[in-house]
């Protein structure tokens, strides 16, 4: 009901049998049935991310054969590094084995503690990363941890990330795997119209409220600036001279004659109905836990209640915890100094 993630975590060994994982997998779900954990949409990662070597997929395979969809954190066997820089500019794949298919996230894992010297690529790739956290140590130096908290942060705005939990991850990845895009152009040369619908059907991992959440990079030549182009998507934002937009349902680019300057939804990130107005918007969460939608630098307020108001160098960014939920955005004068919860 709080909205925490729960998931198994895999013990294994680079020497271990397929006997002795299956037996890890048979102990793993048995725990989770006593303690009546909800498992409908199963999977894993692995204690220190230790993987058998004693075949090229064996630990996947067990895997697969007991039901799990997605894995979310391994490592090859025989590596002497936790997941870090080899793994910087990795991105999810899907692996067929004997046991069935199961999605391998195969993302960068981060150390909240770690320099983020070389991460700079995984951003700037804008590879999806899981930051790795054990909250249970702050005990030991809670200033320090607050403080590696606060860099990770920075880390995420300055690279756009959207925050989400490995399950909400693993279903954005499918939808996106799974996106037929179709590109018609205007008979006048005019504009581009961009319209997104879900590919083949059958696969578990597919949500159809992520489906219709899915977005769109355009990187333009270097004669086209952001104030050249007019789009009428209810999500979108212009990051590093590239144009991202929500698609949501269909939209059209065209050239524009004089720049946009109202302010605008610049990222949402969970599945949500959006509404949009010369006045504002209304955004519907279709999924709960940590919801977040930022505006861009338009002032813009809420008197939805919950949420907390925040200005970044984003934007002004909205977030709150909890159900599913409404908020109203208001494009008008907007408190824009500190933060406030209405």
Excluded at 31 to 51: M, R, V
Excluded at 257 to 273: K, M, Q, S, V
Excluded at 315 to 339: I, M, N, Q
């Amino acid at each position: 009901e709080n909205h925490y993630s729960l998931g198994v975590h895999f013990m294994t060994h680079e020497h271990a049998s397929a006997e002795h994982e299956r037996t890890e997998m048979e102990l793993q779900l048995a725990a989770f049935e006593k303690y009546g954990i909800d498992l409908s949409f199963p999977g894993i990662n692995h204690h220190t991310w230790h993987s058998s070597g004693e075949g090229p997929v064996q630990t996947y395979s067990v895997q697969a054969e007991a039901g799990m969809l997605w894995n979310s954190g391994a490592k090859v066997p025989g590596s002497d590094r936790q997941p870090g820089p080899e793994t910087v500019l990795s991105l999810p794949y899907y692996l067929d084995t004997d046991g069935g298919t199961i999605l391998m996230l195969n993302v960068p894992t981060l150390f909240v503690s770690d320099n983020y010297t070389w991460l700079s690529a995984t951003g700037r790739s804008e590879a999806p990363i899981c930051a790795y956290y054990h909250c249970d140590n702050m005990y030991k130096d809670a200033e320090r941890k607050e403080a590696d908290i606060q860099t990770f942060a920075a880390y995420a705005r300055r690279f756009r990330y959207n925050p989400v939990t490995e399950e909400q991850l693993v279903k954005t990845v499918a939808a996106a795997y799974n996106m037929d895009l179709t590109v018609t152009g205007e008979t006048d040369g005019s504009g581009l119209r961009f319209e997104a619908k879900p590919g083949a059907g059958g696969n578990p991992l597919l949500d159809p409220e992520y489906e219709q959440s899915v977005g769109l990079k355009i990187t333009f030549s270097d004669d086209i600036m952001s104030f050249d182009v007019s789009v009428d998507a209810d999500v979108f934002n212009w990051f590093n001279g590239s144009l991202y937009v929500g698609l949501n349902r269909p939209v059209t680019i065209t050239g524009a004659d004089t720049p946009e300057e109202t302010a605008h939804i610049t990222r949402i990130n969970l599945p949500a109905e959006v509404e949009t107005s010369e006045s504002g918007a209304t955004v519907s969460f279709l999924e709960g836990g940590m919801m977040q939608v930022a505006v861009d630098d338009g002032l813009c307020r809420t008197f939805s209640e919950g949420w907390t108001t925040r200005v970044t160098t984003e934007g002004t960014v909205f977030t709150k915890f909890g159900d599913p939920g409404s908020l109203e955005l208001h494009w008008d004068e907007a408190d824009r100094y500190g933060e406030k919860t209405n």
